[in-house]
């Protein structure tokens, strides 16, 4: 007689779930390596980050559709991400927008822009639902709060307030630039590694920031001498979605070493799974 081993496993192979019980053992054996080999594959799977990036309503001195895609591709390939690049060519409207269902990391440079209802419902549903991460760059703050919304677009008003926690309300001058400084108290963080020197001069005007949520954790400040200093790249949770932004991005931002190793760390940190 056929001897059997009596099991109460379970294990979900390719969305069906197999319960291990009155299996004889070849088939409890090959049931096993194919879990195996499907826990493999989800450990290998590269991270996705996508970015939304818009081409109109970019200002000269941003240009974060000529900038942003080789930065994030650079980076892809020395992390390991697999990098998606949704671009808008008609100012409010980002095909193949349902990448956003396997995205692991959202970043977002974009301005003043509203978007098709239903892909302003996938982006809500990301970044309330999804538990994964957002990195918002620069204009970001002020991305889906356009001053006239087209015709059967959505905006997002609300987005640097509650999901940010930022609360941009204006800009100094553009000629003038900032200067930069890390945090003392966290430059030993993972956020800040080889963000060097920790004191620079961007030619990104102040963004008037304060006061940022209180669950804030600020890593940067910029000042000029219109203003005193304001937030600059601060992180936090919004739910259970981890939350970075940073108001750096002027196009000679993206030849400053440490702005390349400020963004690629955002993303490391909105990648992680946990929470902080």
Known sequence: MRSKMWYKMRCKIAGTLVT???LSLPCICLVSILCACQFCAAEDRKPVVTLLVCEEGDEVRF???????????ELGKENNWEVVVLTSKTF?????VEILDRTDVLVVYVRRIGLP???MQRVKKFVKESGKGLVALRTACHGFAPRTLPEGCEDWQEFDHDVLGGNYNNHGNNDIGS???NVKDHEQSPILKDVQ??????ESSVYYTSPVADNATIYQYAASSEKGRMPLTWTRMY???RVAFTALGHKTDFEVP???ALVRNLVLWAAETEKP
């Open 20 to 22: 291990m019980k009155n």
């Open 63 to 73: 240009l974060a559709h000529q900038n942003m895609p080789p930065l994030l591709k």
């Open 92 to 96: 409010a409207d980002f095909p193949s």
């Open 117 to 119: 209802k239903e892909q």
């Open 179 to 181: 200067e930069v400084w």
């Open 197 to 202: 020197p920790s004191v620079w001069h961007s």
């Open 239 to 241: 739910g259970n979605t």
């Open 258 to 260: 440490a702005f390349k």
